[in-house]
Each structure stands twice: as C-alpha cells, then as structure tokens.
C-alpha cells in the first residue's frame, strides 16, 4: 500500500518530494500549530466503573450528531437522553482529553523537559518550508509528501484497529497561491477517488462528506472527508482539507522566519495556502480488509486488488512426493522470482486445500504443475476470484500474471 500511493502520488508528479520529518518535537512546534490550545477530545467517565469514553461516540450510538459540541453542550444532550455509560451507570461530567502524547527528553532525571510525539505527520512539512522550497529550488505551486508514524492519547481505542494510540498516515501539503487553493482542493479530491479505483474499493461503500463549521479543526478553512461503510457503520478515514495559509503564518510568526513566497516571474509575493491530503494507512488496510473479504459455503477468500496482492501467484507441485514434479515446480518458481515477483511456494497437504489457502491471503494466481506438464511444458493456472482453471504454456507465465496486474 505504501509503495502504491507513493508510486500514484509522489513518482507520477512531476511537482512532488518528499520527506522524513522528525517524530519527537519541541513544545513550540506544537504550540505554533494550535494543537496544545486545541487538539483535544471530550470525555465522560463512568462514575462507578471509571472507564473512559469520547463523549461524542456515546451520543452517536443514541443517534445525537454530536461533533463539534462543548462540555457544556455534550452534559446537556446526555441529560436530556438520560444516557447512561455502556455498563448502565451514571456518567460523569463532560470534560476535555489532550490528545498530544508528552515524552520527557534529557539526560538527567531533574532536568529533563517536556516534548511531544508528533499528533499529526504535517507539521514537519509546513517548517520546513522555507527549506525544502530554497534546497529544491521549487516554484508555486508544489507538494511535500510523508509517510510515517503519528501519536495520540486516545481516550478509548477500537473497533479493532480503526482508531488506535499508535498510527501510520500518509500526506501530501500543496503549497499553491491564495487563489489557486479551491482548484488544487477539486484536484486531490478527484486524486484520491482514482487512486482507490486502482485498489478495487466497492464505490457504493465511499462517499464524501463535508465537514460543518463545529467539526472542523482550528486549522481548516474547509474539509471534506471521504468515509466507507464498515461493518460498524459509515466512518471517515481520509481527509481533503484548505488550510490556508494558517500552518505557514503561525510557524513564521513563532520562528521569526520569513515564509513569503516570491514569483521568480512576476516579482509578486505571497504566503501559500494549502490544499492537504491526508490518509491513514491502518484505516485504509481495515477498509480493503472488510472490501474484499468474501465468503460462502465452500471457501473464503480476500479479494484484493492483484497489484497489492502480497504475493502475484503461488507455484505448486502437484505431488510432493515426486521429485521430477517439485523439480519442475521450483524451476518455475525461481524463475518467476528471480524477475522480482513476489511468488508464494506451497507443497503442503492436497491441492484443493493449497488452492484454500491461498484464497484466504488474497493470492490472484495459483499455478500447479503436473504429469502433462513434464510432456507439453503447460500447466494450470487458477484465478482466485471466478476458481476457473486453464492451461497455459510455460513461456507465458510471466507475461499473462503481470498483464493482469497491470489492468488494476
């Protein structure tokens, strides 16, 4: 999945680098950015239990929409539901939950300070702007992308690992002109709809969805989310935000750098404004996960799109026990290999319950190599998801698996 969106959306564009930004931060990168002020989360606690729960997900499940609210509002939406906490006690008062995961940094115990674990793999991206725009001589409009870890001190975790306190995101920031940013906005959207069509995602099970006024973050001028239907209901796991230019102006007033921006062309200045994508690859590996997976009275099997199939094809002896059989098997298996195909090998059990097994992990070919084999150097090929089976010649293996990889 990494390498796919990396390929999509970095490699394809010509206007795209990257970087590795750092995970552990000093406080002012995070008070530049508003998180400390404002990146937090509303809380109930069960009074007699004293577990935790995001206020706002108890009133979803009683059917409030409940984004956005304060303490106060959230206090006066259980009382007039009378909700009570999943183990049916009284709740307590609704109160805010900093979200940011602090970590002491320092050699000695009693002078150690106070750092935090990135909440968001962005920021590294806005300063260093100024960097990575003077050191890659980039013109408006350009895009930094990242891929890599971001923490959060989540109240409740789950379902599974839909939201969890350790996480993978992946993000592109558009720095463009102030009035550029709508259309670089459409652009991502769009970006982001063709990229999941190459990983086979159920269209019916996306839709988009604009944030309202309450629901933004303090960043966000607009935000739209793109959301899937799991099994637990429609839930967002992508974002497509205008930020403005609120990320730049903060950083440059907080570090005293200058962010303007000067066309080489035109002599006009600007501070660029935004357009970020931004996903969560745990979310978007549950989303193919609960996409493709299939089931019915004779088998299960995932799916999954062949060009993020963990393996291409899987090679079978049809016997085991007969060497000239495994020979012929690991010959092909090699040779696939050694074109840099990810090829699983399997000579365990019957072949029926090889075929199976394969299904389960999302593998679009199953190869098998038997007696007719050894006499006209054909052999079978299955696929995955109809299980039909035809025979192909030995030389056109390769080239019939990666031609299919390439139609997704």
């Known amino acids: 999945l ?13 206007n795209i680098v990257s970087l590795d930004g750092a995970i552990i931060s000093h406080p002012r990168v995070w008070e530049a950015s508003g998180h400390v002020e404002s990146f937090s989360d509303v809380m109930v606690e069960d009074t007699m239990t004293h577990k935790r729960y995001r206020a706002d997900h108890l009133l979803e499940e009683a059917g409030v ?7 106060e509002e959230i206090d006066a939406q259980i009382q007039e539901h009378d909700l009570k906490s999943p183990d049916g006690n009284i709740l307590s008062k609704a109160r805010t939950f900093k979200l940011l995961v602090e970590v002491s940094v320092g050699t000695l115990e009693n002078e150690k300070e106070i750092a935090y674990l990135r909440g968001e793999t962005c920021q590294p991206m806005f300063y260093n702007f100024k960097l990575v725009k003077d050191t890659m001589r980039l013109k408006l409009p350009f895009g930094i992308a990242q ?3 971001a923490f959060r001190n989540e109240i409740k975790v789950g379902p599974f690992i839909f939201r969890t306190r350790e996480f993978e995101q992946m993000e592109l920031e558009m720095f463009c002109k102030p009035e550029d940013v ?11 709809r063709a990229w999941l069509s190459t990983l086979k ?24 989310d793109l959301e899937y239907e799991f099994p637990f209901g429609w839930k967002e796991f992508q974002g497509i935000h205008n930020r403005g230019d609120w ?3 903060r950083h440059q007033e907080y570090s005293g750098e200058d962010f303007t921006y000067t066309d080489p062309v035109t002599g006009e200045t600007c501070l660029p404004h935004v357009a970020e994508y931004s996903i969560g690859l745990n979310r978007l590996m549950l989303v193919l996960v609960c996409d493709a997976y299939h089931q019915d009275d004779q088998r299960t099997w995932l799916a999954l799109s062949p060009s993020i199939a963990p393996y291409k094809a899987a090679v079978f002896p049809l016997l085991r026990n007969k060497p000239e059989l495994v020979e012929k098997a690991q010959q092909i298996y090699n040779a696939l290999v050694s074109e840099g195909m990810h090829v699983d090998w399997d000579d365990r059990g019957n072949i029926g319950k090889r075929y199976l097994a ?14 007719q084999t050894l006499e006209d150097s054909t052999l079978t090929i299955r696929d995955r998801d109809t299980t039909e089976q035809t025979r192909i010649a030995e030389s ?12 997704f």
């Open 147 to 149: 891929i890599g870890k």
């Open 2 to 14: 990494r390498n796919s969106w990396w390929t999509f959306f970095v490699h394809k564009q010509p």
């Open 65 to 71: 929409h409940a984004d956005g609210m304060t303490p």
């Open 182 to 192: 709508d259309e670089w906005f459409g652009k991502l959207k769009d970006m982001s």
């Open 358 to 371: 394969q299904d389960e992990i999302g593998t679009p070919f199953c190869l098998t190599v038997d007696f």
């Open 396 to 407: 056109e293996i390769s080239s019939y698996i990666k031609d299919r990889i390439k139609i």
């Open 247 to 249: 990320d730049l102006r």
């Open 201 to 224: 995602v159920t269209d019916d099970k996306l839709r988009f969805r604009d944030q309202d006024f309450k629901e933004r973050a303090h960043y966000n001028k607009v935000a739209t």
